[in-house]
């Protein structure tokens, strides 16, 4: 062009490649949204009537795209082409071949003058999979891991006696990985849980098992089922100048479970737990004679010691086996870190022990939890002492009470020559009384236990001793028959025959007449008796 300088120039067609500048990070990739400009700056000095441009790639031996310029290119003015690279897999060496044919008659400027290029990608690029040089780079991502061992109830904290987390690393790329895990809801004397691994390229699963046991486990919110966050960070080394192969598909992955957790201790929102109190049966000796009194004063009272921190209820029932019932619901306080009794005293219990009952069932069930905070832990426990009291106020109808037989060995060598030689005989009592009720005494003898109270061989009957003096309903002294006599024949006698000899005792209280007496465990009724003999002694025996 320089002989034509100042000259007009013809039309003239021409074409032109113009490499651009290698990208030597990467060698190829495959693009999925993207687009390369290639802007075209005329300074030749002529104006292009017609142009167009061919995005070649070199390394591929491929064409990516075109474009035409219809207005052409003037001289001094830049023209853009944007061609899309979605869906193409491309080198980083490329080639821009463009062609034009300059306007009829236009003079030549200049011979310095040239045609130019640059390439952008204005909205970045999306790549599929790429063989590059990676910069350093870290991502991270969350897990969750469900406690399923709460259930219901949302924890504050709890130690763990047992336990066990299993992490298992995925690193299914060309990249060696660091990857640090942290477990902020897990601590052990107050340390984070953290796990850091270094995890080969292409190695599909890591797994790393920890021994849970003193962990504090701390998780954050109260939805339930609650669950463990997992904070996982995966850190690649820059690789340049190496070249990796990459993919979109290339992960880093991090399962984690929790099994076997057992707590030694849990503090929480704990929702109501019912459970059945063990049904149990109690036998109550009610001494013979007095089935049915009539207790005028009764207290029942029940201490329940709560060892866990959480307060509950209580429903109890009482089945006599006269046909009565008595049913009681309370509630019980929370235990402290030692533990709390809450005690309840009923005294409306009369009814119930009215006959008193010889076999009564207890069963029932307790509610423990209401939504409020507590501490449970393996040792808690809760149990329940239940006992009646009564002063034995009472009303008494005439009672009979049989007391045990006794016996009394008789040496039977010449027991005849006492027995028939007898002078006079005499049976000799003393009745002491510490009741506040007048009693008659009845004495059976006889040789046959079986018969002694149904068919004896001598009764003494009707020892009429009057009740003991009281203040304030109370006895406050005793009385007595004083020694007394009651003259034998013969024929009486004859019951030292039996050896042994068997003596039955009973005791008729008389009536109180409607009205309340006390009893207390310092009042009985002693019988002291004798037989006395006198008899003809000679030579003969």
Known sequence: LGSALGNPIPETPFDISKSLDPISSFSSATISSGSIQVDVTNTIGLDLSAASIVLWDVGMSQEIGSHTFPGGINDGSIESANIPLAGMTVSNTLEARISGTTLDGDTLTSTTGAISTETSFPDGLTVISATAEIPALSRDFTQRVEISEAGDNALDSATLSSGTLLLSIGNETNLEADIDILLPDLKDNGVRLRVQRTVPANTPNVDTTIDLAGYVLEPGGVIT??????????????????????????????????????????????????????????????????????????????????????????????????????????????????????????????????????????????????????????NDYISATISIEAPLEMIINETT?????????????????????????????????????????NIYLGGDSATVLSNPQLLIDNIVVPAAPTTGAIVNDTISTGYQQILLDSLDIQILENDPLYIGSEIVLEGSGGESVRLTSNDYITVVARIEVEYKFDDDF
């Open 401 to 441: 009470i049989e007391n045990d037989i006794e016996s009394e060995s008789i040496d039977q060598d010449d027991i005849d020559a006492v027995t028939e030689h007898v002078i006079e005989a005499r049976f000799v009592y003393n009745i002491i009384n510490h009741l506040p009720l007048g009693a008659a005494v």
């Open 225 to 378: 089922p609650q669950d463990v966050s997992i904070i996982i960070v995966a850190t690649v080394d820059g690789t340049a100048p190496t070249q990796i192969a990459v993919d979109s598909a290339d992960q880093f992955s991090v399962k984690a479970s929790l099994s076997n957790l057992k707590f030694s201790s849990v503090t929480g929102d704990f929702d109501a737990i019912e459970a059945d109190i063990p049904s149990s049966q109690h036998e109550i000796d009610v001494p013979e004679g007095f089935e049915n009194i009539e207790l005028v004063t009764t207290a029942l009272t029940i201490e329940i010691e709560n060892a866990a921190q959480l307060p509950g209820s209580v429903d109890i029932l009482l089945e006599g086996d006269q046909g009565r019932t008595l049913n009681l619901v309370f509630d019980v306080t929370a235990g402290t870190a030692d533990s709390a009794v809450t005690t309840v005293i009923d005294t409306v219990v009369s009814d119930f022990l009215s006959p008193i009952p010889s076999i009564v069932d207890i069963s029932g069930t307790a509610i423990f939890g209401d939504g409020s905070t507590g501490t449970i832990t393996p």
